[in-house]
């Protein structure tokens, strides 16, 4: 079980890496990947992910008005809530995709919400957009 | 050997072929298998996708790769019976002639090793269709034709005569003057010198470039190979996409639509009779009816009064 | 018609009869102005066939009340300059469903040449055999629903306006009241049979991109492109169709056009396996409005 994580590189990446660094422990299902900001995370990098077996997709920036690029973040809360409401439109858990806004400075928040974000896919079944297919199975 | 049968007479000849064959049936969008013998019926639409997708899928798995290790994926020799109709039962002359000739296609060949076809005579065409404009007759195994309340069967393979023995002949005269009257329409001859004509550009001006024809089409069967995860698929290809004749430099070949509209025509009405002998229309009528831009094939190949 | 001249257009781009709904036609010279129709056959949207029309000057275009919603979200886009185009509008009262009328022209075992009237409700006839097909029965989806069949933006309207009608979703609401696993039967069931035919990107005004998502190229090839670029381009979904890479395209395309959907039925009307494109689309439209209403009550 996986759980790919969007982190903004000013904020919630960088919340990762405080918590890091205060030693705060956080579940290692947990797949960060370094963006520049949460905007940039286009519908089909969420999508991408659990059509390759990711349980959830964490997506996190900084908090609104925080954002280094004056309004990413905002764009990518559209976008994601855009996107929960059709996978759920079409029978898919909306939990599948969490949005969440943590500070550089949240180091406990980040490792709160990735136990939370964690525990959620470990109650969920895998993915109904896996690509199962193109597995080999034999 | 014709034979006269009632509809009952055939559900029960097909209803006991269940468990040794694997039985398909047209139904709205494409064939389905039948898994009991409610489902058997003498009258079925024409599906929206046709007989092709049952040996030639959409989607094809070619092989495995695991680890360093390359496993083929052949699929199984399934015995079938496929319900039909003449167009889509024609279309498999041609895509034996592609898949069969050599190089053989493994994947296409043992799909369609054990299969039985059993073609349905319309009455009438569809809308949009023009198969008996070109001369197209029933094909198949099994070919079955209404005769008032009862049915003629004509069964051309003769291993599956002794089946039919014990129901009465059937007289095949009145068939006979009924093919006689209906003429050809087929005008292609025009197409020998028409490749820098201007009517493509006027043809395809409002062709939008999608895959329905193709895809749709009996008789097309271009396909693209890709490595998808840990398989490799070969999956349907339409030349009337953009990127199909794309090469690896950036040039294309064919960069307008009226070049790849073009193309499809020659390739069923020119190409193709040149190399096999057999045009590559069975006259379904798919396109005709499916085409978003209401473009007509039957305006280009049919002669009109 | 009278109301359309070529004085001061190069061509105008309209429709003329077709069997069973009307064909695209672009009218050059005097003589073409009569071939020109306007009638509830006219089904398809023109405002797609701009993207690559060439002309000089100006070019005259005839829309419905949903072709000129698209035409609106295009200059919005800056895709099409408005100053170079004479707009003339067409009041709709709904147009034919050229799938509907051919499953009723099956069923009862019609010959063509069919002609079809509008008498209030619609007649179907061969010369031999006559059918009655009730209105609400043979319009397209999309124009039971039209908010606005008389076109916003025109030069030149023909005919009288036309009221539209409330648009309540109910389309949307009916699936939404079903539980997650009916909805995931319901889609599952009919997003399978997508054969990718990219009828319903082709056809739709609003997908203009050069160089689409889901194509399996989708990288500018230049002689500098290298092996490796070429080798490594991204494919996000693969060509097969599976269930899950169909849904991540309608899902994609969904995204792509919420809020810029125009709503004028073109991608349900030409898909050939008959899936309800439109319900993703109207969805996403419909969680637009509810947070628009929200933030304009908030003031």
Redesign the interface.
Known sequence: MKVVAFLCRWCAYAGADTAGVGRMKYPANLRPIKVMCSGRVD??HV??AL?KGASCVLVAGCHPGDCHYVKGNIQMSR?M???K?????????PERIQVEYISAGEAKKFSEVARRVVENAAGMDGS?????????H? | MEFLCSEEDIVNWLASKLEEYAVYIPSEYGFERASSSDELKLNFPLPAISIKSLFFPHSDVLMRFRGKEIVEALPDEEKKIVLTKACDANSLKVLDAVFLSEPVDPYYERRRKNTVIVTVECEQMCYGGFCKDIGIEPEGDVVIRRRGKSYCVEVRNSELLPEFEKFEACDEGAEETAKGTKENLLNIEWLEDAFESEVWDEVSRFCISCGVCTYLCPTCHCFDITDSGRVRIRTWDSCQFPYFTMHTSGYNPRPEKKHRLRNRIYHKFSYFPQRYGIVACVGCGRCVRMCPSRIDIRELVLRRD | MNEVSLENVDLILGWQKGELVAKPFIAKNEEDIPKLIADFTCSINLVRFLHDLEFDGKAGIFVKGCDARSLEMLIKEGKVDRDRLHIIGVPCRGVVDAKKAMRIIEMEGLKSPISVTDEGDFTLTDGNKTVRVKREELLASCCLTCRSPTPQIYDTLIGEPVEGSKDEFKDVEEIESLSLQERWEFWSDTLSRCIRCYACREVCPMCYCKECLVDPTNVVVTPKTTAYEKANRPVWISKASQLQENMIYHLIRAMHLAGRCADCGECERACPMEIPVRLLMRKAEKDLREIEARLAAMG
């Open positions: 519908p089909i999508l991408y059509r976008r809530f855009l996107l409401n059709l996978i759920e439109f079409l029978g898919i858990e109904r957009l896996k690509a199962e297919w193109e597995e080999d034999e």
